[in-house]
């Protein structure tokens, strides 16, 4: 049985950091993604890299404070999440699949039960 599992929201106040990590059994994936849903919003692309198409993505809202990175070892791939404002306020969901295209939700074939993030002032 092939899972994702995300750890490591809360509550953080704006400006503070937090890190989440996304475990998969079951199989390796080529492409690992994390996207997010506010309320009352579509889902979006935050972070994702894809080893066969060579490529690492961040949507703009979030570069240079979000990083993504993974341990093969350990299967998981993180979101290294720092200056965090109230706007990045979702439900975190982390990715799997094979696409070439790290950014579209579409090429994914597996996703977390996500994880929520709370930013307050």
């Known amino acids: 049985q092939v899972q994702l599992v995300e750890s490591g929201g809360g509550l953080v106040q704006a400006g503070g950091s937090l890190r989440l990590s996304c475990v998969a059994s079951?199989?390796?994936?080529?492409?690992r993604g994390w996207f997010r849903q506010a309320p009352g919003q579509e889902r979006e692309f935050v972070a994702g890299?894809?080893?066969?198409?060579?490529?690492?993505l961040y949507a703009d809202s979030v570069k240079g404070r979000f990083t993504i990175s993974r341990d093969n070892a350990k299967n998981t791939v993180y979101l290294q999440m720092n200056s965090l404002k109230i706007e990045d306020t979702a439900v975190y969901y982390c990715?799997?699949?094979?696409?070439?295209?790290?950014?579209?939700?579409?090429?994914?074939?597996?996703w977390g039960q996500g994880t929520q993030v709370t930013v307050s002032s």
């Open positions: 990715a799997g699949g094979q696409s070439a295209l790290p950014g579209w939700a579409a090429g994914y074939n597996y």
């Open positions: 079951g199989r390796t994936f080529s492409t």
């Open positions: 890299f894809s080893l066969s198409g060579g490529r690492t």
